[in-house]
Nanobody
Framework: QLQLVESGGGLVQPGGSLRLSCAASGFTLDYYVIGWFRQAPGKEREGVSCISSSGGSTNYADSVKGRFTISRDNAKNTVYLQMNSLDPEDTAVYYC????????????????????WGQGTQVTVSS
């Protein structure tokens, strides 16, 4: 059974950092594009960042460019989202999602193109 499990969320002060992890079980992440999405209270879920199966291509939402970095360690079957300079506006439940991406250049943040989702991890930025 294909599963994604997010971890690393928590409470952090404005300006602080967190690193989220997305671990896969039941399949190898090597052939999948992985995206990070978030949903803030009362708002629609939005795309944050994604990375190609090879790790050679990435994409970021304008709101997180220069602050967030996505990376992957296929040996550990894990994708990371390093979040720096966090702002209260970054408070949300963060989800990782996967779609088949072997030899694909796709690095989009269209949610409907990702069939596999984790359960989410809460990130709260507050003083």
């Amino acid at each position: 059974q294909l599963q994604l499990v997010e971890s690393g969320g928590g409470l952090v002060q404005p300006g602080g950092s967190l690193r989220l992890s997305c671990a896969a079980s039941g399949f190898t992440l090597d052939y999948y594009v992985i995206g990070w999405f978030r949903q803030a209270p009362g708002k629609e879920r939005e795309g944050v960042s994604c990375i190609s199966s090879s790790g050679g291509s990435t994409n970021y939402a304008d709101s997180v460019k220069g602050r967030f970095t996505i990376s992957r360690d296929n040996a550990k079957n894990t994708v990371y989202l390093q979040m720096n300079s966090l702002d209260p506006e970054d408070t949300a439940v963060y989800y990782c999602a996967a779609r088949w991406g072997l030899n694909s250049p796709y690095v989009g943040l269209e949610q409907h193109k990702y069939p596999y989702w984790g359960q989410g991890t809460q990130v709260t930025v507050s003083s």
